[in-house]
């Protein structure tokens, strides 16, 4: 059996490339040390962290079951569409990607905002959305939605059209097919785009804070919370350790679920 080749890379690139890892682990190890496993207990359940923490569990699940309602029509609709139509979506669905969150935060606010586009209508319909809960739940979809179209829209462009054709030519409904063809053919980039949606909606920080703003048990969520604490006001530092430390063990849960799911290449 023949050796896997490890390619020609030349040995001074491992130099800059162990410099480079070093630069993205030694920091997360410094938190981890930072930790007091003390008083870890005491600061994670404190009534402080304890408000954020569910309040960012809440929004989370409640934007992530928002992008898939949203977000695989979205997916199907682009995966679907003509080379061209699709890129000019696709485009669209990634600029939030690329955007600060600050930047989709100000955008939510001139839109639903008091002097917004929409925001004298709602105030007229006795609706009011900026620096609430319900903001918190907008601004987490807004930055997590693109993950799960661009997760799920992906295995459907590779899967094409043909089982569904087979299915239609067998009697089988638009609906029969979408929920016994397409859905379970696209599974593991629906369950990979839901994870990650999930975990970019628990840690978003820039848009909620513009948007949502940061008032304690309303929609002072994790990352807001450790924001302030590291400011000297809310939570304390030692709260903010340990919700930080949540925080990482979260990304890399989401990072193994999210591995599991995927298929393995064949080389």
Known sequence: MSRPRRGFVPRILVLP????????????????????????????????????LG????????????????????????????????????VLVTVPLILPPM??????????GRNGWLGPVLLD????????TTAVVMAQTFVALPFLVLAVEGPLRA???????????????RWTILRRVTLPLAGPGLVAGTILCFARAIGEFGATAL????????????????????????????????????LLGAAIAVLLLVRAWRPEVVR
């Open 159 to 173: 899967v094409g059209t043909g089982y569904d054709e087979v299915a239609a030519g067998l009697g089988a409904g």
């Open 55 to 90: 309040l960012s569990l809440l929004t989370g699940v409640i934007a992530t079951a928002l992008c898939l309602v949203l977000g695989v029509p979205l997916a199907l609709l682009i995966a679907r569409s003509s080379p061209r139509r699709a890129a000019l979506l696709r």
């Open 17 to 52: 490339a162990l410099i480079g890892l070093a630069f993205l682990v030694v920091p997360l190890l410094a938190l981890i040390g930072h930790v007091d496993w003390g008083t870890l207990w005491a600061d994670v359940t404190a009534a402080s962290s304890l408000a954020a």
């Open 125 to 132: 319909a006795g609706l009011r959305i900026p620096f609430t």
């Open 211 to 246: 948007f949502a703003g940061n008032a304690p048990g309303t929609t002072q969520t994790m990352p807001l919370a450790i924001y302030t604490a590291f400011n000297g006001a809310g939570v304390s530092q030692g709260s903010a350790v340990a919700l930080s430390l949540l």
């Open 103 to 112: 930047v989709g935060g100000a955008a939510l606010l001139f839109l639903f």
